[in-house]
């Protein structure tokens, strides 16, 4: 055995055993071990454990594959079964340690000072409880804690075996199996959401019954699931080829009057759905009044196939509980819409079948005729940009109250995200008080619109308000700005940060308590009205912040490949050469403050219109601190990004209690590890991140690829 | 170099000038009304100075650290609060356990004694992981990351120690000799006070003779004036640069147990986030990279931080004055950052180092 490798394998053991005893006594291994992924078999706790003893002997395996002596690259061969010695190594001194923490758990109390490690711990760990029989049958060793110790070193093994084996496999068999174990947890995870969202009376309730039972997936549930996964991931590349070919036959086949006016009934009758969804008096928690094809609650997933039939098949609407009166008319433009739109699909389906029939007598003769392709390019973009809308504005209505609150929240970060992008993003001003421009924002807001005597007294509407509540952050951001412009990178961060406190520090104290109202903060805040819709509740305030945030991208990407924002990126690279090169870098730098500042401030006003009322615990260093944190998952400077971080940082926590106390753990662990392993983050936007992993182009690699381009240019000349 | 030609008017540097002045004025007029008011006598002023002083050098303790990493890397370790805080943390239960059996009754000096090597030990520890995981990969990074990475690992300490330890205040268990008062000329000064301060100085001047006499001390020097000579010169770079996060740690591990001796709330997983952020601002107030001026800058901030709220902010009738306290440091940093970046004792810092 290689003497290098086996050194390897026992500092990846080492990892694996301080990775896993941090877990336990940091208390995340007990926390999660309440929650149920697959209900009986195992919870939350135990997949942590589990992923971690993958993961060290999957690093193991990698670690050993790329271990070679430079030299000797030509005698480099692929690792072999026989490696994953090491894998099994590294697994069982992690079982060892958990083993060691187990015996300590039994005969010493040391929870005075580590509170985490207490009884339930251990019974986590014996593996015992909360088990079915069956699967208890296939952990060998019985009961008690030796049984239990040895258990748990075979378990380190057996894992760091199928870690290792894991990375030999090739990535079409590894990466279908990863996703299905991947989808269970997700799923199990998000048992609670299901619950709200299928366990509706109808087929949706059958459909729940197969995959969860109790607070957590079922066994043939998490079997369905991996199967479901692992064969879409595996087909998943064929997908854009069908969808493609799915096009190419409709475009092909229907005539241009018939698409159009299918695409115009399709898009009037959304329209009207939409109207009458926010046009109805949702109080929280809402209780609908009956819309055509809705008796009762809130339009819901499960009802949806049953909604568009009903819909068609029982025209008239009910203009009972206090709807406006406008509503027996656009109930009956509903019902007109969605009928001429069943039509025209059942006669498009005619039609297709027509053609199909013709085809098929004249076979050999004439293939599928293929649209000229920039037809078809155009085509799938506008059926995936209709499918892409689509969702947007029907997913409150699809998915409930509950995930449509976490839907607005994690609105409000991406909204942030995207201002904080500008400062820290575009123009590299690493802004750690952004949660001042937030609660400059909400507490503006609140002042000038309350009802509340005590303080303010503008009383103004929350339109009325907005103008003046951007305009006041924007100034607050110049203030913030103008006395650190002479400072950089470092310091900078550490002042904004102070100004953050400073924020809430003087929000909080009795000195402005007069016009801030202290810790108790103001109350009474209106909800926000526009025409005669009210935008309470978040299914409603979902679409308020889907607008914010499409107009701080639309900002983002107008200013990014504007003058305003070259000048940003030079400032960004080197601000003294962009001064040299005639950058007003004060004026820039000015105007990124307040650029982030006013979107920051559109955030902060819908957040105090949505909670009615703003307390100084809500500014928190904490909240800038995770606008920074999914602007760096995400990938700093990409839009993708910042929804993705958004979700992964603000949305999952929200929808997982467990989480909570655990969150600023998780983001301040990905901010390093993304810091070290991807700097450009999860979805790194095209061409930057460049800056980030410090492989600025180099002179040489300037003429060189000048060179490049002028052969290339010189080749196709001649 | 260039001289900034009088001629160039620049809305900034009138805005500036109008802060300056405002802030001197403003400063005055507190100071002179609370004087006039007599609000407070003699023998009060010396009790609030001392508490300043004791306060200032567990800051100054923490700020070196920041210094000796600033001074070397040029890079701000935003996590060192949390190294200060696992410290004073670990040290609890020590302190807890030592308090139980009995021994802190009869040897509370050694126990103090025990009570430092604990915290000074988890300190170092912490330090060091912390350079070695977070801080040398991303040596030669651009300057945003090593500092995000910071802050990161800053959040990731606090939970994590929450998380060891749980959450909630924890109070050190008292000591005897420490608990009385000196009355000198009128003025009452506690103790522990004056232990804090003593051992603070004793620490800071062994760090000096260590910086200044010994052949490490120098090696330190050498490589924060230029990292790459000194490597030629024959001195092992990344051992330096341990031994300094290490020196660091141990400071903050002392500052730690200090801070928990006399401050009657207790300690919790979030106590390093403050005091880490204003031994900053006493670090960059003294001169970053300075090692007395990280001294001198850590005194005189708390000094004004005890004294400011009564003196300026009571004397501008500003209600509460004392909750502004934490505001008071912050406003100082950014005062000092805009009037005078290279801090009380520091040369002008080149624009690289700056």
Known sequence: ?718 | MFRNAPERFSWVALLLWALRVGVVILIVWGASATIASGRYSASNWISLIVAGLAQGSVYALIALGYSLVYGILLMINFAHGEVFMAGAFTAYFAARALANSGYLEKHPLLTIGALLLVAMTTSTIIAVLLERIAYRPLRNAPRLVPLITAIGASFFLQYTFRGLYGSGFKAYPAFEILRGRWVIGGASIQIVQVVVLVSALLLMAALFWFVERTKTGKSMRAVSEDKEIAALMGIDVNRVIFITFAIGGLLAGAAGVLRGLYQPQGISAFMGFIPGLKAFTAAVLGGIGNIPGAMLGGIFLGVVESIGPNLVLEGLGIPGANQLRDAIAIVMLVLVLIFRPQGILGEKLSEEKA
């Not at chain 1, 026989?82 to 992690?94: F, V």
């Not at chain 1, 520090?505 to 810790?519: E, V």
């Not at chain 1, 980030?692 to 010189?714: T, V």
Request: proline share 5%; glycine share 12%.
């Open chain 1, 1 to 718: 055995m290689d003497n290098t490798k086996l050194k390897l394998g026992l500092r990846m053991g080492f990892f694996g055993a301080i990775v896993a005893l941090y877990l336990c006594l940091v208390g995340l291994i007990e926390t999660f071990g309440e929650r149920d992924i697959i209900t009986g078999v195992i919870s939350l706790g135990h997949i942590l454990l589990l992923l971690a003893g993958l993961m060290i002997g999957y690093l193991t395996m990698r670690q050993v594959d790329q271990h070679i002596n430079p030299l000797h690259e030509a005698e480099r061969k692929a690792p072999g079964l026989g490696d994953t010695a090491h894998s099994i190594m590294a697994g069982i001194i992690t079982g060892l340690a958990l083993g060691l923490l187990m015996l300590v758990l039994d005969r010493l109390n040391i929870r005075d000072v580590l509170v985490s490690a207490s009884p339930k711990l251990l019974e986590l760990l014996l593996l015992e409880n909360g088990i079915t029989p069956a699967v208890l049958s296939l952990l060998p060793f019985g009961q008690g804690l030796a049984a239990g110790v040895l258990r748990i070193v075979v378990l380190g093994a057996v894992l760091g075996l199928a870690g290792g084996a894991l990375y030999l496999l090739p990535a079409s068999v590894r990466r279908p199996l990863i996703f299905g174990i991947g989808m269970v947890a997700l799923l199990g995870l998000l048992s609670d959401l299901m619950r709200i969202a299928l366990d509706q009376p109808g087929w949706s309730e059958s459909f729940y019954k197969l995959l969860y039972t109790g607070r957590g997936l079922s066994s043939q549930g998490a079997g369905i699931t991996v199967v479901a996964t692992a064969a879409i991931t595996a087909f998943w590349s064929y997908i854009p080829d069908f969808y493609a070919r799915v096009i190419s036959i409709l475009t092909a086949w229907l005539p241009p009057w018939l698409r159009t006016t299918l695409a115009a009934l399709l898009s009037i009758s959304l329209l009207l759905r939409l109207a009458w969804f926010l046009g109805i008096e949702t109080a929280y928690p809402p209780t609908l009044p009956a819309c055509p094809g809705v008796t009762t609650g809130d339009i819901n997933l499960a009802q949806c196939p049953g909604l568009i039939l009903e819909g068609f098949t029982a025209p008239q609407g009910s203009t009972e509980g206090g709807l406006t009166s406008s509503a027996p008319i656009v109930s009956a433009a509903i019902t007109l819409a969605e009928s001429l739109m069943f039509l025209g699909i059942a006669a498009s389906i005619v039609l297709l079948l027509l053609r199909a029939v013709q085809q098929a007598s004249r076979a050999g003769k004439q293939q599928w005729p293929a649209p000229p392709p920039e037809t078809l390019e155009r085509a799938k973009r506008v059926v995936a940009l209709y499918l892409g809308v689509a969702a947007l504005l029907f997913v409150p209505g699809v998915v409930g109250v509950y995930p449509s609150e976490v839907l607005v929240m994690v609105g409000l970060y991406v909204v942030m995200g995207l201002g904080i992008n500008i400062v820290v993003g575009m123009a590299g001003l690493l802004d750690l008080g952004y949660v001042a421009f937030f609660a400059v924002g909400a507490y503006s807001t609140a002042l000038l619109t309350t009802v509340d005597a005590s303080v303010g007294g503008a009383q103004m509407s929350f339109w009325g308000a907005l103008p003046l509540v951007v305009a006041i952050t924007a100034i607050a951001g110049l203030m913030v700005g103008a006395p650190v412009l002479r400072m950089r990178g470092d310091y900078l961060a550490i002042v904004t940060l102070g100004f953050g406190e400073i924020a809430r520090i003087l929000a909080l104290s009795d000195w402005f308590k007069p016009w801030l109202g202290g810790a108790q903060g103001i109350i009474k805040i209106p909800d926000i009205h526009l025409g005669g819709i009210e935008f309470v509740g978040p299914q409603k305030l979902y679409y308020l912040i889907l607008v914010s945030c499409l107009i701080a991208y639309f900002i983002t990407a107008r200013l990014k490949g504007s003058r305003v924002g070259r000048a940003w990126g030079a400032m960004r690279e080197d601000e003294q050469v962009a001064d040299v090169m005639g950058v007003n870098t004060t004026a820039y730098k000015l105007l990124a403050f307040a650029m982030g500042a006013l979107i920051a401030s559109v955030s902060g006003a819908i957040f105090a219109a949505k909670l009615g009322t703003i307390y100084p615990h809500s500014f928190k260093v904490e909240v800038s601190i995770t606008a920074l944190g999914l602007l760096i998952v995400g990938g700093i400077g990409s839009l993708p990004g910042v929804v993705v971080g958004a979700f992964a940082l603000v949305g999952l926590p929200e929808l997982l209690r467990e989480f909570s106390e655990y969150r600023m753990l998780i983001y301040g662990a990905a901010m390093v590890i993304m810091m070290l392993v991807r700097p450009q983050g999860l979805l790194p936007s095209a061409g930057r991140g460049r800056e980030l992993q410090g492989e600025e182009l180099g002179q040489d690699d300037w003429m060189r690829m000048a060179a490049e381009a002028e052969a290339a240019g010189s080749d196709s000349a001649a």
